[in-house]
C-alpha cells in the first residue's frame, strides 16, 4: 500500500448543511495541494441540517493529518472521522455503464452483468445501461471487462463509506 | 423600536455596540448607503474615514494588535470588497481579530453582474478564517455575534459578513443577545492543555541540560497573561527565551535572558542556540520558514514541546515530540503549577556551561556595524530611536523589508502589544494605516511608523486619514532610495543585478509631508538624527521624517534561503564562501 510512503485515506467529515460548505472544504484541498480522488456529499440530517462528505484522498501520513487538522479547524465542520484508520469499515460506490454491442458481444455483457450482480436500468435493442454497486475495485474490474464489450460512457459516485460495528462518527 | 423591528443597518450597529466595538474603519460606497445613515444617526459607535479599503483593513489590525480586541471595517460591494483582500490575508497569515463588513449588491440581483457586484464570499473564503453572506434579516444579528465569536476564538483571525442592500434597508425583528452565551454548535477550541502532556513537558523542562524557549506571537494573542506567565516561568527556570518576529514584547527584549530575535534576520546566539539546544520549548510560535532555515538540519539534537491553540499547526512543518494543543496563559498556567507542585528545580551544572556557550556567541556581537560620521547607517537611526523613546508610552508600527529587520534587531519591547508588523504576509503599506488605527486606540501615546520609501508609497493617501482625524502618529523613513531587501537579495543571488528594485522619481517628503497638512523633517548627517527624533516626537501633529541613510548597507545577520541555522551570514565578508544552493535559490 505505501511505496514512497504515500496511503490512501477514506475521510469522512460531518459538515453543516449550508451554502458555501462543500466549497470551502474543497477549496482547503486545492489550495494547499491536497490530493481529492474521490468526493461524496449529501445531507444526512435534516433535523440537524447536517451534511456527510466522503472524500478519498492520498498523501505521506504526515500529509494526511495535517488534511485532517486543517478540515477540523474550518468553523462549519462538526467532525473528522478518519476511516482507513480507525479500523473496519464498508465502503462503497455506485456506476451507471452504458454499454453499445449487438449479438455474442451483447449477450457476453449480459453475462458478465449477471456475475457481478448489475442490474439493467437501461436497454435498447442495441444498447443496456448497468447499474453496479460495489467497493471500488470491483466496479474497476467490471469496468475493465466491459471495455471490450462495447463500453461508451461511465457516469460513477464516489466513494461512500461508514464504520463497522455501532458506534456513529 | 417598540415593536422590536429594526432595520438591518439599525440592528448592526445595536450589534456592534454589544460586542464592544467602538470604531469601524472603512470607506462608503452604494452598497452601503444605509449603514452609513444609520452611523450618521447615532454617536456610540464612531467611524473613521480611510482614503483606501486596504487603509481600512490594516487600520482595523493596527487597532486590533494594540488592544486585544477585534477591529471593525465596513467597506462596500464590488472593488471595495475586493481592495480589503490583501488586508484581510495578513490579518489571516498574523492571526489578527477582525470583522469586515462588506456591502453587497440586493439579493435578487446576486449572479446577475450587477454594478458593483463581486463575489464576494467565493473570494474570500480562502482567505478568511470564516465568512458569511446574509440573505435573510432574521439571521443578521445570530450571523453578527458569530462572526464576532469566530474572530476573537482560538487562533484569532478576519472573518467577512456579506451584507445585501435589501437586507440592510430591511426591516427585522431584533432580540437582545441571551443572558449566557450559547456554546458554538461546532467551532469550540481547546484551551486547556491535556495534562500528561503537560506533565510530560515539564519533567522535560525540568531535566534539560541546553534548553530554549522560542516564543511567538501566540503569546501576544493569548492576552497580557500570557506573557507574564511566561515571564515567571523564565525566571523559575533560568533558562534562555528567543521571540520570533511576531512575537517581540512578549518577553523583555532587555532582560538578560533574553537571546535576541531568531530566524532569517535574528541574532546569531538565538539562532546557534536553537541549533544546538537538547530541548526546544515552543510557545504560540508555528516554526515558519523564516524561522527554521532548512527544515531536514533545522534543530537537529533537540526534543520537541510545542504549545499551540491550533492543531493544525502542530506537526506541520516540523515533527515535534510532546505536542499540547491550548491557550498559551492557560498552558503555561499549568506548566508553572506542576513545576512547583513536584518541586522541580533545573541542572544549574548543566545550565551554567549552557550559559556560558551562549554567552560565547553573544560576544560575537553580530548586530555591530560600520559607524560613521559621514553618512546614516539604519542601524544607528533606530538606535538613536530606541534611545530617545525608552520608557515612554510608545507603539512601533512597521512597513516591509530592511527597515523592518532592523526594527525588529534594534528596539527593545518590554511588553506586548507595542509592535506591529506584517509577518507571515510581509505586507508593504502596511505600516502607515495600521498606525492610523493604533493611535485611534490609544489617542494619547506616541506612535511611530518605522518605514522604507518604497514601502511607504503603497499606501501613502492615508496620510490624509492622519491629517483629518488630527492624529499625530510620525511616519520614520529610512530612506536608501532603493527597495532595500529586494537589492540585497539581487545583490546576493542574482549577480547584484538590480531590476526594477531603485526607487526613481520619489517625491520630496518633506514637501509631501506639508502638502497632506503635515509636518516634514529630514535628516541627511549622523549629527542631524537626534534633533529631527525629538522634534518629531515634541510637535503634536502628523510628521513625515525623512532619514537619509546609506544606500549600500545589507541587513545582517542572514540565514539564506535553504540554509541551516549554523550556516549564518554574519557580514558582506561572509558571503563569499557560502553560494546559494539550487534549492535555497526557488525559495522566496
Redesign the interface.
Known sequence: MSDDGIEQHTISVLV?NE??VL??VI?LFS?RGYNIESLTVAEVDARASLSRITISTSGTP?IV??IK??L???????KVSDLTQEGPHVARELALVKVRSSGEKRVESLRVADIFRAGVVDSTSRSFVFEITGSTDKIDAFIRLMEPLGLVEISRTGLVAIARGEKPI | MANGKLTGSEIVLRVLREEGAEVVFGYPGGAVLPIYDALFQQKAVRHVLVRQEAGAVHAAEGYARSTGKVGVVLVTSGPGATNSVTGLTDALMDSVPVVCLTGQVPTHLIGNDAFQEADTTGITRPCTKHNYLVKDIGDLARVLREAFYVARSGRPGPVVVDLPKDILQGKGSYAPPPARRETHKSYRPQLKGDTDAVNRAVELIARAKRPVFYTGGGIVNSGPRAARLLAEFARKTGYPVTNTLMGLGGYPAEDKQFLGMLGMHGTYEANLAMHHCDLLIAIGARFDDRVTGKLTEFSPGSTKIHVDIDPSSINKNVMVDVPIVGDCATVLTQMIRRWEAMKYRPDRTALARWWKEIDGWRARNCLAYERTDKVIKPQYALERLQALTRGRDVYFTTEVGQHQMWAAQFLKFSRPNRWMTSGGLGTMGYGLPAAIGVQVAHPGSLVIDVAGEASILMNIQELSTAAQYRLPVKVFILNNEYMGMVRQWQELLHGGRYSESYMASLPDFVALAEAFHGVGLRAEKPSEVDDVIREMIAVDRTVVADIRIDQTENCFPMIPSGAAHHEMLLGPADRASKPVSEEGMVLV
Open positions: 453543516d451554502a458555501g466549497a470551502r477549496g489550495g504526515q493529518e495535517q487538522a486543517q477540523r479547524r474550518l468553523v462549519p465542520v462538526h
